[in-house]
């Protein structure tokens, strides 16, 4: 079908690597097998001659691209950025804590590439944000170092989340590293924002060095909140620019030894942990070890 040069590319099929056999939903299979459904209606609207259809009804849909447009960009930290993004007729998004989208962009070839991220506002009117790294290598970075502002970004969604009802815990422990933050940032908000919200929030967040912690200015907002606290693994603070006075400061990554000092495994409480594949299966593997229950863990 998309040996017409007029049809965009059939989607790529991941590789068996791809996928990290951790049951991720959606997988990357998933991912890929909806986007085939969606290549093959653009396909056929195409080639009946027929317009793209008005974007009326809701602001995100799971199984269309719907499209965003870029109001700002602005560098967290070198690589990183936060891309504040248009909704018409100052709406909201509406997402659940944590969810997220799948962004679409086309790379120089014609070839569709698609990734899946977690937007950092949630229920601001009239925008929403999204946090992402880009890297001197990979082909959705090449597209996303492109974008400024008035970029028009296809997204579909949202897609899983974070089921969380006020009170549901006594204690909230957040474990993550690097941009795996990113998921927790409305929930973080959302829970210092309510007033009757009386769980006590523990991020233990993991970074490579100092000057890789991500969100500073939301994470020294948190800190003056009762009811969270942080701690900071990184491997290095040589030649910090970052100043992390008031922040606990724990000199490596995060182990056994750490999380035994930061869990109190007992009462109610729940255990979130999001990062790369490896890091949430060596964590998770700590928690069990811990006699943290199955239960109380959730992966992202």
């Known amino acids: 079908m998309d040996s017409d040069a007029n049809l965009p590319l059939k989607p790529e099929k991941p590789l068996e690597t791809d996928c990290c056999g951790n049951g991720c939903v959606p997988c990357v299979f998933d991912i890929y097998e909806s986007e085939v459904k969606i290549w ?124 969380y009802k006020r009170n549901s815990y006594e204690r909230l422990y957040l474990i993550c590293m690097g941009t795996g933050i990113t998921p927790f940032v409305a929930l973080i908000s959302s829970i210092l924002a309510d ?42 603070t040589e030649n910090s620019q970052n100043d992390l006075y008031g922040f606990e400061i724990y000199t490596g990554k995060i182990s056994k030894d750490l999380l035994d000092g930061e869990i109190v495994a007992e009462g109610n409480y729940k255990v979130f942990v999001c990062g790369s594949s490896n890091f949430t299966q060596d964590i998770s593997k700590i928690l069990k070890e811990m006699s943290v229950p199955t239960e109380n863990i959730v992966n992202f």
């Open 40 to 163: 093959e209606k653009e396909c056929e609207r195409i080639l009946q001659g027929q317009e793209e259809p008005d974007e009326q009804g809701p602001l995100l849909l799971e199984e269309a691209y719907r499209k965003f447009e870029i109001a700002s960009v602005d560098e967290d930290i070198p690589n990183v950025f936060i891309f504040r993004f248009k909704i018409p007729n100052s709406k909201t998004l509406g997402l659940a804590h944590g969810q997220h989208v799948i962004i679409r962009c086309i790379d120089e070839h014609g070839q569709p590439i698609t990734r899946q991220y977690s937007p950092i506002t949630i229920d601001s009117q009239g925008h929403f944000e999204i946090l992402i790294k880009v890297y001197d290598y990979g082909k959705m970075s090449r597209s996303i170092r492109q974008w400024k502002v008035g970029t028009q970004v296809e997204m579909r969604g949202p897609f899983n989340g974070i089921l």
């Open 195 to 236: 007033e009757a919200d009386e769980v006590r929030i523990r991020l233990i967040f993991g970074c490579s060095t100092a000057n890789e912690i991500l969100l500073k200015k939301h994470l020294n907002q948190w800190n003056g909140f009762w009811n969270f606290s942080v701690t900071f693994a990184i491997n290095s």
